[in-house]
């Protein structure tokens, strides 16, 4: 009984770690990119739309992963609401827990 206890608790550690260290998940890289385009300065993003992740590969010479990043995201400029179409190759890293979009 112990010796099963102990591989219950391995195997629990073990899908823990590798659920943590995978590519971000679609909503994570969601999240991540609005907050580029925050930080870039280009305005205040009211919404992103068909927001899709794909191709990710790990990154060479850097942390995290390089992924196809396609959808809609929407700024208010000026009051206005801009649509900005997006169809860019990003890296996707964690930072302190927090994933992050780079574009370079």
């Known amino acids: 009984m112990k010796n099963a206890w102990i591989g219950?608790?391995?195997?629990t550690m073990a899908l823990g770690l590798t659920a943590c260290?995978?590519?971000p998940s679609s909503d994570n890289a969601k999240?991540?990119?609005v907050r580029l385009l925050k930080d870039s300065g280009a305005g205040q993003v009211t919404d992103?739309?068909?927001f899709e992740l794909t191709g990710c590969m790990e990154a060479e010479g850097a942390e995290g992963y390089r992924?196809?990043?396609?959808?809609?995201?929407?700024l208010n400029i000026q009051g206005q609401q801009v649509p900005i179409p997006v169809s860019k190759n990003l890296r996707y890293a964690k930072?302190?827990?927090t994933w992050r979009a780079y574009a370079k």
């Open 8 to 11: 219950l608790v391995a195997l």
């Open 21 to 23: 260290s995978g590519k």
């Open 31 to 33: 999240e991540a990119f």
């Open 48 to 50: 992103v739309q068909n």
């Open 67 to 74: 992924c196809d990043t396609r959808g809609q995201a929407l």
């Open 95 to 97: 930072a302190n827990g």
